[in-house]
């Protein structure tokens, strides 16, 4: 075996000490993969170094190359295939000083590279006895080429590099975890989106009066989110944990409303062949939330009137007081000052209900809530379809973020629920959008890439991206289909194909 000086030897022990260190600090999976091909190439006095891991679910290999510091380039190979491909599957290392005369050597990756690979230098990865993938090191700078030293050194070198692998993947999988529980949290909590002024105040007053049990009146125009805030109040409340009744006081006639409301006695009316609890009843220790307050009817609002000043009722039909140990919440996007001035909505109903009132603001007047708005949307409706996740381009924001929504945003909920079901690219652009809220819709050509009106909002790499995906689109379906086919029409090798397609979201 070949002896390295001394000195080189050391310098060497304490730069991987180094590295080691280094990989210890990173979780960020692509950030560990460019560690690794960086300090390996430096640690080796080489040009390039490639990473090889083995997929599971289809054992091929994700192939990642970088040569210099430069750009990190992804492939996917077969395991077997090439010096690194054998080293993945037989686990054993393998020095070639010339691979020109190397059978095992794979040509096509210098030709998708530009690189001319003299020799390699290729170790295993491994992760508790299993080989995870291999780590080349690709023209030494030494005459004598890669020795057994290096062999042995690159072995030991791969010890931290799985572990830091390892580790980058148990991080990416907490943070999926951590992702999904967020999500849930979110729809627990009723999670409010508006970081605008206009919402941090409204936020912040509905956050002051949920602890208490103060009654409080929502308003605001029909679909800002309303029941959204009456929800979160109590979240937030110590009623949290008890029932959150909303009654639609609009839904029922006066008489049904009554008994939705209270409740009744079996006989009490016709129809009424059992005992029936109220929703006041059932929200007990918790919150009702009458919504569309402003449609109750007169003699209702006389009850409610006297629920809220003595705190009890009778079902209807009974002669029995029950305690109402329920907080009021109610919503309206009437206006009640008028209502009362035309004799439809009591005042004094009014002033028990509006002890706080809490008015939601347009969407048009909060339009820094779109994109944040949009974005989460654009979550939910792809996982609520199983697309893959989806992205609003620029072009397409600004189209949203200058309409008015007169639907708030309700309206602004569909928009994105239609553009994540129609749209054919996983980025929702302007064409994905109804005509009326981007009336600068540009017009749909066929086979050439179009530009829009104002062809720079644009932008050039989203340009070029749709591009792709559309000619990739029309030769595969000119192929019947046929990945390989394809590939060899649009004059690339079928794994780079299959790279790209799953960059651009095609697979
Ligand atoms: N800040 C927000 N964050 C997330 N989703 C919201 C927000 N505001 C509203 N929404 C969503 O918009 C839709 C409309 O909200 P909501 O039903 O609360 O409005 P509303 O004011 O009660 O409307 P209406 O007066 O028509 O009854 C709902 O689907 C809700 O989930
Ligand atoms: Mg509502």
């Not at 109220?278 to 307050?293: M, P, R, W, Y």
């Amino acid at each position: 075996m070949d002896n390295i000086p001394f000195e080189q030897s050391r310098l060497r022990l304490e730069r991987l000490i180094e590295v080691n260190q280094l990989l210890m600090n990173t979780v960020d999976a692509k950030s560990v993969v460019k560690l690794i091909l960086d300090s390996a190439t430096e640690l080796f006095s080489a040009e390039a170094c490639s990473i090889a891991l083995i997929d599971l679910n289809d054992q091929q290999l994700n192939f990642a190359f970088s040569s210099g510091g430069a750009d990190v380039g992804e492939f996917r190979m077969a395991l077997g295939e090439g010096i690194i491909g054998t080293v993945a599957e037989t686990g054993k290392g393998i020095i070639s000083n010339d691979v020109s005369r190397d059978p095992r050597f794979f040509k096509q990756v210098d030709q998708e590279t530009g690189f001319k690979t003299q020799s390699v230098l290729c170790a295993a990865l491994k992760q508790g006895g299993e080989t995870i993938g291999a780590i080349e090191v690709l023209n030494t700078r030494n005459p004598k080429g890669f020795t057994e030293a290096d062999l042995k050194f690159l072995t030991t070198f791969c010890g931290p590099a799985g572990a830091a692998i390892e580790r980058a993947k148990a991080f990416s999988m907490t943070e999926n975890v951590k992702n999904a529980f967020e999500e849930i949290v979110q729809n627990h909590y009723r999670f409010i989106i508006g970081k605008s002024k206009a919402m941090q105040s409204v936020l912040d007053m509905a956050r002051r009066v949920a602890p208490m049990k103060t009654t409080v009146l929502l308003l605001g125009e029909s679909g800002t989110g309303k029941e959204v805030m009456a929800r979160a109040i109590h979240q937030w409340s110590p009623r949290a944990a008890h029932p959150f009744i909303a009654v639609n006081c609009v839904a029922l006639t006066p008489e049904l409303m009554e008994s939705e409301l209270f409740g009744h006695e079996k006989g009490s009316f016709t129809g009424a062949f059992a005992q029936k609890k109220g929703k006041f009843e059932v929200a007990q220790g918790g919150t009702i939330f009458l919504d569309e307050i402003g449609d109750l009817s007169a003699s209702l609002q006389t009850r409610l009137l006297r629920v809220l000043q003595e705190r009890e009722f009778q079902r209807v039909g009974g002669s029995k007081n029950i305690q109402a140990d329920v907080r009021v919440l109610a919503a309206t996007n009437r206006d009640l000052q008028q209502a009362i001035k035309a004799g439809d909505f009591r005042e004094d109903l009014y002033y028990r209900l509006n002890v706080v009132s809490v008015t939601m603001p347009a969407l048009r007047e909060r339009s820094q809530d779109i994109a944040a708005l949009a974005a989460y949307f654009i979550r939910k409706h792809c996982h609520e379809v199983k697309r893959s996740p989806m992205t609003l381009a620029p072009s397409a924001l600004a189209c949203l973020e200058s309409y008015p929504w007169p639907g708030n945003v309700r309206e602004l909920q569909n928009t994105i629920e239609r553009a994540v079901v129609l749209a054919p690219e996983p980025v929702i652009t302007r064409e994905d959008l109804p005509a009326e809220i981007c009336h600068q819709n540009s017009v749909r050509t066929n086979g050439v890439p179009e530009i829009d009106d104002d062809g720079d909002s644009l932008l050039m790499a989203e340009a070029v991206d749709r591009f792709k995906r559309k000619l990739i689109r029309k030769t595969l379906e000119k192929m019947g289909g046929n990945q390989s086919e394809t590939a060899k029409a649009l004059g690339m090798r079928s794994s780079n194909l299959s790279r790209i397609m799953k960059q651009l979201g095609l697979r």
